[in-house]
């Protein structure tokens, strides 16, 4: 199953929008995103990732929301892949 996973943006990389990455927290893994969908994307602000890509900032509390219903359903194991 696909899913869009939120996150908090705890560093940014580059200026240029089309090449900007960041850091991105899901409670307690940190992974490398893409923030070309996102340029207004600030440090703090919960963004849904796919895939790699940041697609749209969310609020703190419905990004906090679905992270425990996905660690609920036992979904968020693609994020742990390669952190053995």
């Not at 359903?73 to 742990?80: F, H, K, P, Q």
């Amino acid at each position: 199953m696909c899913l869009a996973v939120p996150g908090k943006l705890v560093n940014i990389e580059g200026s240029d929008p089309t090449f900007r990455s960041g850091k991105v927290n899901f409670g307690g893994i940190v992974k490398d995103v893409n923030l070309a969908y996102v340029p207004e994307a600030k440090l703090g602000d919960y963004v849904l990732v796919h895939v790699g890509f940041a697609l749209t900032i969310v609020d703190e509390e419905e990004a906090t929301k679905v992270f425990s219903y996905l660690k609920g359903m036992d979904e968020l194991a693609e994020l742990t892949e390669g952190f053995a």
